[in-house]
């Protein structure tokens, strides 16, 4: 089992920028890693995705432009660099792994990732 660990959250205002970051422990096959979000009373949402291999990212549309994700293979980490960001962006942000290559669909959907992090919250002042 990989571990997850986040680090980078914080209080921001709105217009501003931070940097999340991933570090998955351990010597492991990843296919994917992502990013997710969750709000207060709101269910968990798909913020972006990089395949490791190619570097191929998809992004939410609420974030496409604002967001960059990117990757360090060698390391096993995964970041989030979010500028421009709203008050609509507070929420706790999780990554997560996708580690098969078989069988995997549309990497929004959260049935494909098979470890989570603990989170890291994120807030955004108006």
């Known amino acids: 089992q990989v571990q997850l660990v986040e680090s980078g959250g914080g209080l921001v205002q709105a217009g501003g920028s931070l940097r999340l970051s991933c570090a998955a422990s351990?010597?492991?096959?990843?296919?994917?890693m992502g990013w997710f979000r969750q709000a207060p009373g709101k269910e968990r949402e798909f913020v972006s995705s990089?395949?490791?291999?190619?570097?191929?990212?998809v992004y939410a549309d609420s974030v496409r432009g604002r967001f960059t994700i990117s990757r360090d293979n060698a390391k096993n980490w995964v970041y989030l660099q979010m500028n421009s960001l709203k008050p609509e962006d507070t929420a706790v942000y999780y990554c997560?792994?996708?580690?098969?290559?078989?069988?995997?669909?549309?990497?929004?959907?959260?049935?494909?990732?098979?470890?989570w992090g603990q989170g890291t919250q994120v807030t955004v002042s108006s």
């Open positions: 351990g010597r492991t096959f990843i296919y994917a």
């Open positions: 997560a792994t996708v580690r098969r290559l078989s069988g995997v669909g549309d990497l929004s959907q959260r049935q494909y990732y098979d470890s």
């Open positions: 990089i395949i490791w291999i190619g570097g191929s990212a």
